[in-house]
């Protein structure tokens, strides 16, 4: 069972920051490129960013691993990253998804496929501000 949660701590760590990451990148990286060749393959930015995924999610893995045997209460630690980040994983992966779909159905294109993706992460985000509620109430 440690295994499972080292697992799955280690991915929605690496999951964090690579989030981290490629937004910092996209924010950054145009400041210093003249260029538009950085965008010209989408393929290979993927790519370069799943190996990077990999790369950290054996990292954490290998600090999860250390830290499970050092602290006492990992297990406290796992369940935070796990209930934390899982489920923004699921609202990054699935709301475009759902957004798409929307657009769709609908005969949306351009902007308002923009639109139905906005809508579909603000959805996605109530549910997991719920589920985080139930999770974790409010003190009163």
Do not use: H
Not at 24 to 40: H, K, R
């Amino acid at each position: 069972m440690i295994i499972l949660k080292i697992i799955a701590c280690a991915f929605s760590m690496s999951f964090c920051f690579m989030c981290v990451s490629s937004l910092a990148g996209f924010m950054i990286e145009p400041f210093f490129y003249t260029s538009s060749a950085q965008f010209d393959d989408p393929i290979e930015w993927l790519q370069k960013k799943f190996a990077y995924f990999l790369f950290f999610w054996i990292f954490f893995c290998w600090t999860c691993a250390i830290l499970a045997a050092k602290l006492k209460d990992f297990g406290k630690l796992a369940d935070f990253f796990v209930n934390l980040f899982l489920p923004t994983v699921a609202v990054l992966i699935v709301s475009p998804l759902v957004g798409i779909a929307i657009a769709t159905v609908l005969g949306w294109c351009g902007g308002d496929l923009v639109i139905s993706i906005f809508a579909a992460y603000i959805l996605a985000l109530l549910v997991v501000n719920r589920v985080l509620k139930q999770i974790y109430p409010p003190k009163s």
